[in-house]
């Protein structure tokens, strides 16, 4: 009886080592508990994240950060940023999966592990500036500016110039610069109530004033968004993986002027004029169906 007993007790204990491995193993694709995989929504919610996408300044080793953690975490510093730049009068909007999730829900995806914001160059330039007495960073967060004497420039490039960062669990928010031009565009997703076009030059393109940041890796997952060559690429050198392929992320100014207030929680933000081609150019037609990434 008591060698009953006493394996009872091992295969029991082996099953609660198992089930606290699932529940705190970090996620990684192809692994053991990559998103490819089906997994209950307490058990996302509760098992511990990997340390990517945050800066890992603020990382602290051995200490567990759960999606519940993330997303209130992500929460407070869009509402913190929203603050920042309203009042330092700079222009702003919600961009790619945070427009996502306040269109869809009035809320920030669960699973998205940043937030993402849009300015104009003019806006990037008040933040870079030293004279701006009005760019206030609240305790508890950083800005990072590249290519700013005030600010340092963190892990912000050409591609990302300005990063708002959470310094206890070091989320973060991307802030694009949007660069106005005028150019070519194929109006692919364009509503049947958008204003008229400066010029018609067939096959569905015009000519007309378009606002994009800079090209980058970034924007692999934009639909619509136009491939990228660097000057004197071989083709057959491109990158395989599609996360590597640099993309160009443009549309008509039209589609995010004039500024329009959206609810997000329970605060009011900026949202693009035109939400759902914005969305479709980036997402694709199907932009309201949901797809988990990590």
């Known amino acids: 009886m008591r060698r009953e007993v006493r394996i009872a007790l091992v295969v029991l204990a082996q099953l609660a080592c198992f089930w606290f491995f699932l529940l705190h193993a970090p996620s990684h694709e192809g692994g053991l508990m990559s998103d490819r995989l089906p997994q209950s929504p307490a058990l ?23 999606a519940d953690e993330r997303l209130r975490t992500l929460e407070d510093l869009v509402y913190a940023l929203k603050v920042l730049l309203e009042n330092a009068q700079v222009a702003y909007w919600l961009d790619s999966g945070s427009l996502l ?31 701006s007495d009005d760019v206030e960073v609240p305790e508890g967060y950083e800005l990072a500016v590249f290519n ?51 010029e018609e030059v067939g096959d569905g393109v015009v000519v007309e004033t378009l606002l994009g940041p800079e090209p980058s890796e970034l924007w692999h997952r934009c639909v619509h968004c136009p491939e990228v060559e660097e000057e004197g690429e071989n ?51 199907r932009f309201l169906t949901p797809e988990l990434w990590e």
């Open 44 to 66: 996302r919610r509760h098992r511990c994240l990997p340390i990517a996408h945050r800066d890992r300044r603020f990382v602290r080793p051995g200490v567990c950060v759960t």
């Open 101 to 131: 999730g306040q269109y869809r829900a009035q809320e920030l995806i669960p699973w998205d592990y940043n937030a993402d914001f849009g300015v104009t160059m003019r806006g990037l330039e008040h933040l870079r500036a030293s004279e």
């Open 235 to 285: 083709p057959s050198r491109r990158p395989r993986n599609a996360s590597q392929v640099k993309k160009h992320f443009q549309i008509p100014k039209d589609w995010v002027f004039p500024l329009r207030p959206c609810k997000l929680e329970v605060f009011e933000v900026m949202c693009p004029a035109q939400s759902v081609p914005y969305l479709m150019y980036i997402f694709g037609n």
């Open 148 to 198: 700013s004497s005030r600010f340092k420039a963190g892990d912000c490039s050409k591609a990302v110039p300005a990063r708002f960062v959470d310094t206890k669990l070091g989320f973060y928010a991307n802030i694009f610069a949007f660069q106005e031009s005028k150019g070519l565009f194929k109006d692919i997703v364009r509503p049947a109530a958008a204003g008229a076009v400066e």
